[in-house]
């Protein structure tokens, strides 16, 4: 089995999310179950110059975008145990920022052209499934069935898409059709590309696509109605039989406590002990009072309202007004950065606002706070609450998405469970959950129990790569 990995991003290389995260860790787990997994992203000019300098070039040719002839060279670099492969346009592609810029659709028209061109050049690999990942790459299932349907090379090849996050569609104005993706005027259609008077590559994917999935079974459910469906929901219903949700796991190889350079004393769950003095470290470093009782409650996020802001931002000065302490680290909208930062000036002991993005104390964060907050709007996957459970961090969390799935409430009578949970969006119920979590502080052996019932949670991608392989199967049949 030969599985083409299409996306935007992959770490090391390029990262702005957890599409990044899964990218990489993926592939690498299908190719140790016996699957030929390769990815294909564009080559930024903000790749580390140490990948770049190291990359083969294996071909160039050009790659029509409506009437447009772009160069594009292809290279090649094995990383990990991955071959990975790059699209190398610098028209496109030679800027600060990998997205947000106004010929987006444009320039991810020209990526999944390029994608599928460039599979004449890859050698002896032939993918069977070509896998693609999120809006930039949704254009890919329909230019397949059009354009390469006659061709040998092409006409057996499957496709999978997988939405991580409904929200980010790529929308663009109609002309984009026939102007740079070279199609006939017939896809302009509601069953079709058609999304209001624009076009979707979100919904080309989904349309085209020969099996959907996203990133866990709830969010698989939720998008089919409106409130999480982003007005896609009664397309998505009605692709219910070939969509499915396979859950995310995190590289154990990269998230453990016990391996993890960027944390000051590492630990495991045979030496949880090590782990409050990472805590202590960490009180020391943001200027909080040094001591072991006070709890830590850890906030590693995009500053946005999907994320559940809201709901802590109106619960914040009564949760300032109990002993604990909360690290906060992300950025986004301002309005969120102001609000954190004047509070974190107002209680210099109990809040630190981090307005940054800075994975080195991302990692001491998770591995220094008893606690981590997560009560998010909605959540596709999640990826937070995963790293939290391993490093021995209890995650607060809404039930929504893949919170749901992978956080099993604590139940008090029988001592089970990985952390703690509310249902409904409502301030109220965050502030009552966390009081819960802050009782159970407080009792020492229930609590190390709890912590040892995180630690010992699996989300590694053994699982949800054994899933992925038997929908590649099913397909070929």
Request: net charge neutral; charged share 25%; proline share 4%.
């Given at each position: 089995?030969?599985?083409?990995f299409v996306?935007?991003e992959?770490y090391?290389?390029?990262?702005t999310?957890g ?12 190719r140790?179950?016996g699957?030929?997994a ?9 790749i580390?110059?140490?990948f ?26 094995m ?11 610098e028209?496109?592609f030679?800027?600060?920022?990998i997205?947000g810029?106004?010929?987006d ?15 004449r050049y890859m050698?002896d ?6 896998h693609c990942?999120?809006w930039?790459c ?9 354009k ?6 092409y ?5 999978v ?10 929308i663009?104005?109609?002309e ?12 302009f259609n509601?069953n079709?590309m ?29 998008i089919q ?19 499915y949700?396979?859950v ?16 000051l004393?590492?630990y495991?769950i ?11 470290k ?16 850890g906030?590693?996020?995009?500053l946005v309202k999907?994320?559940?802001?809201d ?20 950025n ?17 002991s ?5 307005i940054i ?31 939290a459970l ?18 099993i409430?604590?139940?008090k ?17 965050l502030?009552e959950t966390?009081?819960r979590a802050?009782d ?8 190390n ?10 989300n ?16 070929k049949?």
């Amino acid at each position: 089995m030969k599985v083409l990995f299409v996306a935007s991003e992959a770490y090391p290389f390029i990262k702005t999310g957890g599409l990044g995260d899964v990218v990489y860790a993926l592939p690498k787990a299908l190719r140790k179950i016996g699957i030929d997994a390769r990815v294909i992203i564009p080559k930024y000019s903000n790749i580390p110059l140490s990948f770049r300098s190291c990359m083969e070039n294996i071909a160039y040719f050009n790659v029509e975008v409506g009437w447009r002839s772009k160069y594009c060279g292809l290279e090649h670099l094995m990383y990990d145990g991955v071959p990975y492969y790059f699209v190398d346009n610098e028209y496109y592609f030679k800027r600060p920022n990998i997205y947000g810029d106004y010929d987006d659709g444009e320039r991810f028209a020209y990526f999944s052209k390029a994608v599928l061109e460039a599979i004449r050049y890859m050698g002896d690999f032939k993918p069977d499934i070509i896998h693609c990942n999120d809006w930039q790459c949704g254009p890919v299932p329909i230019l397949l069935k059009d354009k390469y349907s006659e061709d040998d090379l092409y006409n057996k090849i499957k496709s999978v898409f997988t939405i991580h996050n409904l929200q980010y569609q790529g929308i663009f104005p109609k002309e984009v059709l026939s102007d740079l993706l070279n199609l006939d005027w017939k896809y302009f259609n509601e069953n079709e590309m058609k999304f209001y008077d624009a076009v979707s590559f979100m919904k080309g994917g989904i349309v085209f696509a020969d099996a959907v999935t996203t990133v866990s079974k709830t969010y698989a459910k939720e998008i089919q109605t409106p409130f999480y469906g982003e007005r896609l929901d009664g397309l998505l219903s009605s692709r219910s039989s070939n969509l499915y949700g396979i859950v995310n796991g995190i590289d154990y190889e990269i998230y453990s406590p016990k391996v993890d350079k960027k944390i000051l004393y590492n630990y495991d769950i045979k030496n949880i002990k090590q782990k409050v003095k990472n805590k202590l470290k960490l009180q020391a470093k943001l200027g909080f009072p040094v001591t072991e009782g006070i709890p830590m409650i850890g906030i590693v996020t995009r500053l946005v309202k999907q994320k559940g802001l809201d709901l802590i931002v109106e619960k914040l000065q009564e949760l300032l007004s109990l002993p604990i302490q909360i690290v906060l680290l992300g950025n986004g909208d301002e309005y969120y950065e102001d609000i954190f930062q004047y509070y974190a000036s107002i209680y210099p002991s109990r809040i630190s606002t981090n307005i940054i993005f800075d994975e080195a104390l991302a990692q001491q964060i998770y591995a220094a706070s008893d606690m981590f907050l997560m009560p998010s709007l909605f959540e596709p996957c999640g990826i937070g609450q995963l790293i939290a459970l391993k490093y021995g961090s209890i995650p607060i969390t809404r039930e929504t998405g893949g919170l749901k799935d992978t956080i099993i409430p604590y139940n008090k009578y029988t001592g089970k469970g990985n952390g703690f949970s509310f249902n409904n969006y409502s301030g109220k119920e965050l502030l009552e959950t966390i009081n819960r979590a802050l009782d159970l502080y407080k009792d020492k052996n229930s609590w190390n129990k709890l912590v040892q019932n995180a630690m010992s949670s699996n989300n590694s991608w053994e699982n949800s790569a054994k899933n992925y392989m038997k929908l590649y199967s099913d397909l070929k049949k």
